[in-house]
Nanobody, 121 residues
Framework: QVRLVESGGGLVQAGGSLSLSCAAS????????MGWYRQAPGKQRELVATINSGGSRNTADSVKGRFTISRDNAKNTVYLQMNSLKPEDTAVYYC???????????????WGQGTQVTVSS
């Protein structure tokens, strides 16, 4: 059983910072991509940033220069450092990972339960 557990959400004033983390646990053979998505009320879930096992990043234009994604492969953990937060960053942030549970298994996609980030103006 694979689990992705996020932590670090909360309430912050505009201009402030928050750091999110997501740890993958369970039977894991390898993790390729890990990332963060977000969903605001009434809107579709959208990509925030992803990072592959080699460290290559893909970051949404809306957060470029403000958010930084990183990962610790040894800990199966991905992080999101969010600076200069804006009210429009308010959303539930979801962790996502593409991983294999065994040498011969296929790569499957997993989601965390989400963590609320609220930015007040």
């Amino acid at each position: 059983q694979v689990r992705l557990v996020e932590s670090g959400g909360g309430l912050v004033q505009a201009g402030g910072s928050l750091s999110l983390s997501c740890a993958a646990s369970g039977t894991i053979f390898s993790i390729s991509a890990m990332g963060w998505y977000r969903q605001a009320p009434g809107k579709q879930r959208e990509l925030v940033a992803t990072i592959n096992s080699g460290g290559s990043r893909n970051t949404a234009d809306s957060v470029k220069g403000r958010f930084t994604i990183s990962r610790d492969n040894a800990k199966n953990t991905v992080y999101l450092q969010m600076n200069s937060l804006k009210p429009e960053d308010t959303a539930v942030y979801y962790c996502n990972a593409d991983l294999r549970v065994g040498l011969l298994s296929t790569t499957n996609n997993y989601w965390g339960q989400g963590t609320q980030v609220t930015v007040s103006s």
